[in-house]
T-cell receptor, first 115, second 116 residues
Framework: GDSVTQTEGQVTVSESKSLIINCTYS????????LFWYVRYPGEGLQLLLK???AGQKGSSRGFEATYNKETTSFHLQKASVQESDSAVYYC????????????WGLGTSLVVNP | GPKVLQIPSHQIIDMGQMVTLNCDPV?????FYWYKQILGQQMEFLVN????????KSKLFKDQFSVERPDGSYFTLKIQPTALEDSAVYFC??????????????FGHGTKLSVL
């Protein structure tokens, strides 16, 4: 079936260090999956961080980047230097092209950035 | 930025009772969604709604579930009667143009429903 896997429930990083949050996907019934990263900051609702709809492309926002890798079926989230304000829960998700309603979600990864 | 409001943030009810979860979507949005997240599991799509009608629903959207947006006010999810397995956090979302584009969804904070 179609699914998204985030292997880390929590990641702890010191401020100014680099970050990678892993995301892999399986899209057996979706020919052209679109990939998303959503983020939930403390006390706020989920919000879109970035999306990539074409394999091989990279999306970026607020210093975060993710590359849609069809060969490895991965969409890892990276940032070169994190800040304490990046502490949040990050969700990887996928959906079918042109259909953003039935998002398929990962479990989420809680990022804790220590000062 | 635009916000989706969900009221209340937590609701506790006895099994078999009816519950209505309220969502105040972004004012000019036309498409509305409910997602369900059981503790420790992924968030899952329940239903989407446009122009007064359910467009699509998942297998999680049981017969006991219904949605409506009377008079363009709150978008509601009603569960009648509730069951223990309905305990979860329910997230409402809205978007302007809906499923034919890759427009972003705006989410509420969620309502935690505890069925005892």
């Amino acid at each position: 079936g179609d699914s998204v896997t985030q292997t880390e429930g929590q990641v702890t990083v010191s401020e100014s260090k680099s970050l990678i949050i892993n995301c892999t996907y399986s899209a057996t019934s979706i020919a052209y999956p679109n990939l998303f990263w959503y983020v939930r900051y403390p006390g706020e609702g989920l919000q879109l961080l970035l999306k990539v709809i074409t394999a091989g492309q990279k999306g970026s926002s607020r210093g975060f980047e993710a590359t849609y890798n069809k060969e490895t079926t991965s969409f890892h989230l990276q940032k070169a230097s994190v800040q304490e304000s990046d502490s949040a829960v990050y969700y990887c998700a996928l959906t079918d092209v042109g259909d953003n309603s039935k998002l398929i979600w990962g479990l989420g990864t809680s990022l804790v950035v220590n000062p | 930025g635009p916000k989706v409001l969900q009221i209340p943030s937590h609701q506790i009810i006895d099994m078999g009772q009816m519950v209505t979860l309220n969502c105040d979507p972004v004012s000019n949005h036309l498409y509305f969604y409910w997602y369900k997240q059981i503790l420790g599991q992924q968030m899952e799509f329940l239903v989407n709604f446009y122009n007064g009608k359910v467009m699509e629903k998942s297998k999680l959207f049981k017969d006991q579930f219904s949605v409506e947006r009377p008079d363009g006010s709150y978008f509601t999810l009603k569960i009648q009667p509730t069951a223990l397995e309905d305990s979860a956090v329910y997230f409402c979302a809205s978007s302007q143009t809906g499923v034919i584009s890759n427009e972003r969804l705006f989410f509420g904070h969620g309502t935690k429903l505890s069925v005892l």
